[in-house]
Antibody, heavy 121, light 109 residues
Framework: QVQLVESGGGVVQPGGSLRLSCAAT????????LHWVRQAPGKGLEWVAV????????YYADSVKGRFTISRDNSKNTMYLQMSSLRGEDTAVYYC??????????????WGQGTLVTVSS | SYVLTQPPSLSVAPGQTARITCGGNNIGTKSVHWCQQKPGQAPVLVVY???DRPSGVPERFSGSHSGNTATLTISSVEAGDEADYYC????????????FGGGTKLTVL
């Protein structure tokens, strides 16, 4: 059973940093692309970033480019999102999602339950 | 940048058919995927590659697209289908990225 578990969310001040983790359990994620998608309170889904199965390709939404960094450690079956220069508009539930097709970028076959990031002073 | 347009809301009676549209320039040339999100829950994939269903998704859910519009059709709507539905695609112009539609809230009357 594919399971993704996010962690690392919390309250951070504007301008601060936070690192999210997404651990894949009960399956090996090393052959699949992984995404981060966020959802601000009461709003729709917004794509954040994606990383290829081997970590060599990374793509970002314009809204986070230069501030967020996606990475993965396949030996730990875990993906990360390093967030810096955080702003109020980054407040959201952050979901990770996996694409269970080798060398494909979509669809988002399974999603984690999300972790809440609140940027507030 | 590429934009996907969905109606904000749709209301249907139980047993009727719900058709949720997703408009985008030449969307017929892209693979369209749909996810369902119930209140307080994570999204779940219900249709991928325009019209395929993941294992476990009822046959009542189907997808199609033509021209500038993709459609998610839910036949014989049930109360449990009440949720937000999002279309999304992979855009390959310039640096690739994912675009989500704004979402459609389906209300079962």
């Amino acid at each position: 059973q594919v399971q993704l578990v996010e962690s690392g969310g919390g309250v951070v001040q504007p301008g601060g940093s936070l690192r999210l983790s997404c651990a894949a359990t009960d399956f090996s994620s090393s052959t699949y692309a992984l995404h981060w998608v966020r959802q601000a309170p009461g709003k729709g889904l917004e794509w954040v970033a994606v990383i290829s199965h081997d970590g060599n390709k990374k793509y970002y939404a314009d809204s986070v480019k230069g501030r967020f960094t996606i990475s993965r450690d396949n030996s730990k079956n875990t993906m990360y999102l390093q967030m810096s220069s955080l702003r109020g508009e980054d407040t959201a539930v952050y979901y990770c999602a996996v694409v269970l097709r080798f060398l494909e970028w979509l669809p988002l076959d399974y999603w984690g339950q999300g972790t809440l990031v609140t940027v507030s002073s | 940048s590429y934009v996907l347009t969905q109606p904000p809301s749709l209301s249907v009676a139980p047993g009727q058919t719900a058709r949720i549209t997703c408009g985008g320039n030449n969307i017929g040339t892209k693979s369209v995927h749909w996810c369902q999100q119930k209140p307080g829950q994570a999204p779940v994939l219900v249709v991928y590659d325009d019209s395929d269903r993941p294992s476990g998704v009822p046959e009542r859910f189907s997808g199609s697209h033509s021209g500038n519009t993709a459609t998610l059709t839910i036949s014989s709507v049930e109360a449990g289908d009440e949720a937000d539905y999002y279309c999304h695609v992979w855009v390959t112009s310039g640096d690739p990225y994912v675009v989500f539609g704004g979402g459609t809230k389906l209300t079962v009357l």
